[in-house]
DNA sequence: CGCTTAATATAGCCAC
DNA sequence: GTGGCTATATTAAGCG
C-alpha cells in the first residue's frame, strides 16, 4: 500500500467514526424525545392538558426578567391595535 | 385501441388533472408564504419585533373565551407547582 | 397633537398595517387549502385513494427537492477537494 | 385534611411529577445536543468541513427513511390494485 | 451579530 | 371523537 493510500484509509476511518458517532447521539435523543411523548401521552391518559403542560414548562424555562419586557411589549403592540 | 385501453387512458388522465391541480395550489400557496415572510422582513427593517407580531396575530385568531380558559388551567398548573 | 403624540399615532397606523396584510395573506392561504380539501374530496367520490394522491404528490416534491440538493453536495464536495 | 384537599393535594403532586420528568427528559437531550456539538467541533478542528458532514449525515438517514416509504406506497398500491 | 438553514413544537386533517 | 400523520409555524443553531 502507498502512504498516499493510507491516508486516504485512515482519513476514510475517521470520517466514518465521526459519522456514527454523530448518528449514535441523534439516535439516544431520538429516543428521549419518544419518551417525552409517552409521558405526554400518559398525563393526558390521566386527565391533563398537554398544551397547558407544555405552556407550563416552557415558562420554567423562560427567565422571569425576560417574560416581563416581552409582555410589555406585547401590550403596548395592542394597544397600538386598538387605537389608543 | 381496446375499451380496456381507453378506460385506463382516461383514468390516467384524470389522475394527472387531478395531481397538476393539486400541484398548482401548492405553489399559490408557497407564494404566499413568501409574500407573508417578505411583510415580515419588511416590518423588521422597521424595527419592529416579528416575534410580537405574530404573537398579536395568533392571539386575535383565538377566542376570548378559550383564552380565558387557558389561562385559568395555567394558573391552576402554576399552583400546584408552588405547593399552595 | 404633541409631536409625540402624532409619532405614537403613526407607529401605531404602521402596526396595524402591517398586522392587517398578514392576516389578509393568512386568509387567502386558508381559501387555497380549503380548495385543495375540495380537489381530494372530489377525487374521492371519482374512487380514488387520496391517502395514494397524497403520497404521489409528495414525492414528486421530493424528487424536486432532491435534485437541487445533490447538486449542492456535489459543489460542497468538489469545492472542498480543490481546498476552498 | 378534607377530602377536597387530599384529592387536590394529588393532583398537584402529580403535576408536579410529570412536569418534572420532562425537565429531566429535556435536560438530557439538551446533554447529549452539547456532545454532538463537541463532535462536530473536533471534527473540525481535524480539518473536515462540518457542512458537508453534516449533509452526508441528513442523506444516510433520509435515504432509510426513503426506503421505509417506499415500501409503504408500494403496498398501498398493491391494495388498492386489489380493491381493498 | 445577523441571517440563513435545520430542529422542534404545534396545529389541522384524515381515517377509523 | 380520538389517535396518528402530515404540514405549518416557531424556535434554535451554525455559519460568515
Redesign the pocket.
Known amino acids: 500500500m502507498t502512504d498516499t493510500e493510507t491516508a486516504y484509509r485512515v482519513t476514510a476511518d475517521e470520517i466514518r467514526t465521526i459519522v456514527e458517532r454523530i448518528e449514535r447521539l441523534?439516535q439516544e435523543?431520538?429516543d428521549i424525545?419518544e419518551t417525552?411523548?409517552e409521558v405526554?401521552?400518559e398525563a393526558?391518559?390521566r386527565g391533563y392538558s398537554?398544551?397547558i403542560l407544555?405552556?407550563v414548562?416552557?415558562r420554567r424555562?423562560?427567565e422571569a426578567d425576560e417574560l416581563a419586557e416581552e409582555t410589555a411589549l406585547l401590550e403596548m403592540y395592542e394597544n397600538a391595535l386598538e387605537g389608543k
Open positions: 441523534d435523543k431520538a424525545a417525552v411523548k405526554f401521552a393526558k391518559g398537554t398544551a407544555r405552556k414548562i416552557a424555562k423562560k
